[in-house]
């Protein structure tokens, strides 16, 4: 097997992005990957952890800045014609029917009118859109649009299929019946295609279709661990071998960088990327873990059908109550810490009180908030100026994103608040009046 | 879904012609003749200083209409060229960006009436003994009413194509070229297709504006109702005007049912959204051409065309570049750019100031900037005593859904009518009644202008959620609690639209409306207004030329200083998601 070329192959691929102050921001690093013939492969991670950028340097859509990416032995230096995507968004022109959306390429490539017609026919006909070829996509439901976007990708005839959260826009019996299809036409060769690639927040779709699962980590984006599925087609998702299979990938997902990849985890910094989980959603979990069944420690599959929660939800919340400190992940289980337990038994004042200890001393941007705020003579600052230090670490969209998650922990925790007019960050109220003897005696001027 | 037309005709598999292409043929040769023979009338010979025949019998204004009609439509022909080019190379190319977007800012803000004398004499020296000089400067002059916003329109729409599809279009190898036809172009459509309509409701002004052009102390009155208007105004025929309002508003009529509605929906394809909207628009005219089958038949010769120019540039694969320097130039050679402009910039002030202060001096610019104020002051007092009527009669009828729909389209008409055609009316009621020039006839400014902060209104109450409107109700919001909490923060969004249209609108119309005649009397206001239409019947350039530079320093700090912030206000704030 490893005598022959992969159908694709990146050596130590890294790339990284530009921040308006002209600093660098690496968003993947040193990235090792492989994909044979007759394989595919799901890759799992964080949202932004760099699995969409990863999968663009693939498709030819951006360029990396170091290590190689090859194509059959050839550099991707553009869009290849082996390979295709399909888009979480599905990114159907919705100006074209349904067949001149799958002729698109086709016609792009100058493939004779007739041929072209043919083709895109048989790929209809193949992923079950018969008869809807003089639609347009805005008459379609989800399901039926995705359906075009994998006939556009399909109709190409490509070596490889990337699929970038394909189904996570669609609900969860269209998404099944989606990838079963997808999977039938694969296992019975109907489709040319050789190797597939799906980037995906969904753990037991990876493990139903994927023959490896990569997990990714973030921060810079690298491989962190690999699971092999070594079972056969059609799966059982409520098989013993299964389940066991989607407890190893929750384990190493949650599993902290220092236990899996040797490297040392990082010390938390300012730029520290907060996951997207709001107070209340942690506190709602915390009352979950402690709550019969599980009584303080809860195998996290299980959690993830009581709770109902998307994977990639799910995954934001255990961070959020990991770095606080409320609870401890291990080996496919999350347990409540000590204090995680006295937040639960706590009054709504005592939960906010304890919330704003630990994130005062866990979270550094937290912290940094409060202190500047504490020196400032009038107590505020405006946003913009916390944001410039987190664009050092993080894109445009991830820094607000992360502010704005501050903002409420903070507020929640009554340690600041926001005027959202304004853009200004503040103390809050009543600890206002502890200083405000202080400002009356001098009146505003900031002095940053 | 159309049920006034029965469709059972239209699916006979003969191929004769159906009964579609009977009620089509005569309308579409008809306007095809029309159009042709009164293009042929543009040529024609002429000296400055010939009188050109113009008469006020009824019977000639069809005519006249088509020739203004015709005038229109080429300025519309023409600012749509210009639009794609220029928008095209300001999204393209960064280093043109940094000039053609601040340039575009500024010459929205150019009064156009003021400009029309310093353009004519250019043309008509480029067609010596020919009318198609004059000719060339009307169409030139009501271009410039319609190209800006179209341009900004297209310009805004190339740099919002949705990512994905960007993407989608590299993944599946379009060209350049072929991701413009299919995407970017497609996007842009209905953008473009709403902003000619305005532009064309703007132009109708311009149009009665432009027909009779002074130059150098004459005036020339080319064929059209622009020139019948003012001609009706000198010789004083009351009829004459009344007959030029029918005659107008038959047009605008026209021109709305015959190639705006058809357009609106056929653009309707191209609005960016991922599930059918509720209520799409309709056009009789393109529905005949949809079922006729020689139209239908007809129409592969546009689809031919269309799928030549999608191969008419060679296929080639798709390179990577770093996104950022696509088109970029560098560093070097941006600065000597920057260089260049900066000293463009300075000769430009420069020749100006020379120009100018050799004619004209620094108490007259002063006090011109003094006429500059008053009349901002007056039509800020318009936009407001405007609003203050306008926006609870809006609000009203926009809450009520059945009448939104019809009373909108009336608005919208209204908007597009020229209102310089009915000043007269309003000099002889100042005359009789002996009232202040200076108060009386401000109102002229927001008589056209109003019907944009109305039918924004209407378009903003008919919208509000219905939910919302559920909750106020259920929560028992009342009067001014009501308006204050509700009403008002919901439609700030599109009264602003229509109150930046508007006075906008103002400033140019303050030219024609500061100044007015009704024979030989004469009223004058005092303002920038006047200022400008007084040194354009003198031919005076260099008292043009300050009037419009200082009126366009007024209008761009006007937008600079209070409705960009506005704006931000409300796309911030009280934008209903």
Redesign the interface.
């Given at each position: 097997m490893t005598a022959q070329t992969p159908l694709l192959l990146l050596e130590e691929v890294r790339k990284t992005f530009r921040t308006p102050d002209r600093r660098e921001r690496t968003v993947l690093e040193g990235v090792n990957f492989r994909l044979e013939e007759g394989e595919i492969v799901a890759l799992q991670g964080k949202s932004g952890s760099g699995k969409s950028t990863l999968l663009r340097v693939m498709a030819g859509l951006v360029r990396s800045n170091g290590g190689k990416a090859l194509y059959r032995g050839n550099p991707i230096l553009g869009p290849v014609q082996g390979i295709s995507m399909v888009f979480q968004t599905f990114a159907l022109f919705p100006w074209l029917t349904v067949q001149q959306n799958v002729e698109l390429g086709l016609e792009a490539l100058g493939v004779r009118p007739s041929e072209r017609e043919d083709r895109a026919n048989t790929a209809i006909e193949m992923i079950g859109l018969g008869g809807f070829e003089g639609a347009y996509p805005k008459e379609l439901s989800g399901g039926m649009r995705q359906r075009v976007g994998f006939a556009r990708a399909l109709v190409m005839n490509p070596d490889i299929l990337l699929m970038d959260e394909a189904f996570s826009g669609l609900d969860v019996l269209t998404a099944e019946n989606l990838r079963d299809d997808l999977l039938e036409l694969w296992r019975e060769r109907k489709i040319p295609t050789k190797g597939m690639l799906l980037v995906s927040h969904n753990i037991e779709e990876a493990v139903y279709m994927a023959d490896r699962v990569l997990i990714f980590s973030s921060d810079p984006g690298r491989v962190k661990g690999e699971i092999k599925v070594g079972l056969e087609h059609p799966r059982d998702p409520d098989s013993p071998a299964f389940r066991q299979i989607v407890d190893e990938v929750y384990g190493l997902m949650t599993a902290t960088t220092r236990t899996a990849g040797g490297a040392a985890a990082d010390p938390m910094h300012i730029g520290y990327r907060l996951p997207d989980a709001t107070p209340n959603r942690m506190a709602e979990l915390l009352e979950t873990i402690a709550e019969p069944p599980f009584l303080g420690r809860a195998d996290l599959p299980a959690l993830a059908e009581a709770t109902e929660l998307p994977d990639d939800a799910l995954f934001h919340l255990f961070e959020g109550v990991r770095v606080l400190g409320l609870a401890r992940l291990a080996v496919g289980d999350i347990f409540l810490t000590p204090a995680g337990k006295a937040f639960v038994d706590a009054e709504p004042s005592g939960r906010k009180e304890l919330f704003a200890e630990h994130l005062l001393r866990t979270i550094p941007l937290a912290a940094r908030i409060r202190r500047v705020l504490d020196e400032r003579r009038d107590h505020r600052a405006p946003e913009e100026r916390f944001l410039q230090e987190l664009q050092d670490y993080l894109s445009a969209d991830e820094s607000e994103r992360v502010l704005e998650t501050v903002i409420t922990w903070g507020r929640y925790a009554e340690i600041f608040d926001y005027d959202y007019n304004a853009g200004v960050l503040m103390l809050p109220e009543e600890d206002d009046e502890d200083h405000k003897d202080a400002a009356a005696e001098a009146p505003p001027p900031d002095q940053s | 879904m159309r049920p006034f037309l029965p469709s059972t005709i239209a699916v006979s598999p003969d191929l004769r012609p159906n009964l579609w292409d009977a009620a089509l043929l005569p309308i579409m040769f008809g306007l095809l003749a029309l159009m042709a023979w009164g293009a042929l009338q543009m040529d024609a010979p002429y000296d400055v200083g010939a009188p050109l025949p113009l008469s006020l019998d009824p019977s000639n204004l069809p005519y006249y209409l088509l020739r203004s009609a015709l005038r229109m439509l080429a300025a519309l022909c023409l600012s749509l060229g210009f639009t794609l080019t220029y928008a095209l190379l300001a999204a393209k190319v960064p280093a043109l960006e940094r000039v053609l977007i601040p340039l575009l800012d500024i010459l929205q803000s150019i009064p156009i009436l003021g400009f029309l004398s310093i353009t004519v004499t250019g043309f008509i020296a480029l067609f010596p003994g020919n009318l198609l000089g004059v000719e060339c400067a009307a169409i030139f002059a009501i271009f410039t009413s319609q190209a800006w916003n179209m341009t900004s329109s297209l310009y805004q729409s190339l740099r919002t194509v949705?990512s994905?599809?960007v993407?989608?279009s590299?993944?599946?190898?379009?060209?350049p070229w072929?991701r413009f036809l299919?995407?970017e172009l497609?996007f842009a459509v209905p953008g473009l297709v709403w902003n000619m309509m305005m532009s064309v409701s703007g132009g109708w002004f311009f149009v009665v504006a432009s027909e009779a052009i002074t130059v150098s102390g004459q005036t020339i009155m080319l064929p059209g109702v622009g020139s019948y208007i003012a001609l009706a105004i000198q010789e004083r025929d009351l009829a004459a005007i009344g007959w030029a309002i029918l005659a107008v508003l038959a047009a605008i009529l026209a021109y709305d049912q015959l190639f705006f509605r058809p357009l609106v929906a056929w653009a309707d394809?191209?609005?960016?959204?991922?599930?059918?909207g509720e209520d799409t628009p309709e056009s009789w005219l393109l529905t005949l051409m949809q079922r006729a089958r020689f139209f239908r038949a007809a129409s592969r010769l546009p689809h031919g065309l269309w799928r030549g120019l999608?191969n008419v540039m060679p296929?080639q694969?798709?390179?990577?570049?770093?996104a950022?320097t696509e088109w970029l130039l560098p560093p070097w050679l941006d600065k000597v750019w920057n260089g260049l402009l900066l000293v463009a910039l300075l000769i430009a002030v420069g020749w100006v100031s020379i120009f100018v202060h050799g004619a004209v001096g620094f108490t007259e610019i002063a006090s011109v900037v003094g006429m500059g104020a008053v009349t901002a002051l007056r039509i800020i007092v318009l936009t407001a005593v405007a609003s203050l009527v306008w926006v609870p009669v809006g609000v009203w009828i926009g809450l009520r859904p059945r009448m939104a729909g019809r009373l909108q389209a009336v608005a919208q008409f209204l908007a597009a009518f020229p209102t310089n055609l009915v000043f007269p009316v309003v000099v002889m009621l100042i005359v009789h009644f002996h009232l202040n020039v200076e108060i009386w006839t401000s109102p002229l400014m927001v008589l056209g202008t109003q019907w944009y902060i109305l039918f924004n209104v209407i378009s903003g109450a008919s919208s509000l959620p219905s939910d919302l409107k559920d909750a106020a109700g259920n929560l028992g919001l009342k009067g001014w609690l009501k308006w204050k909490r509700f009403i008002l923060p919901g439609i700030f969004p599109s009264y602003l639209t229509g109150a930046i249209t508007a006075s906008c609108a103002s400033w140019n119309a303050s030219i024609v409306a500061e100044l007015v005649t009704w024979g030989d009397t004469r009223l004058v206001a005092t303002g920038l207004g006047s200022y400008i239409a007084d040194a354009t019947g003198n031919g005076d350039f260099p008292r043009i030329a300050l009037g419009i530079a200082v009126m366009c320093v007024y209008v761009m700090a006007f937008n600079h200083f209070v409705w960009r912030r506005l704006y931000t206000l409300a796309a911030e704030?009280l934008r209903i998601a």
């Open positions: - | 949705p994905d599809l993407e989608a590299a993944m599946f190898h379009l060209s072929r299919r995407l497609p394809k191209f609005k960016f959204e991922q599930s059918q999608l296929r694969s798709v390179r990577l570049r770093p950022a704030r």
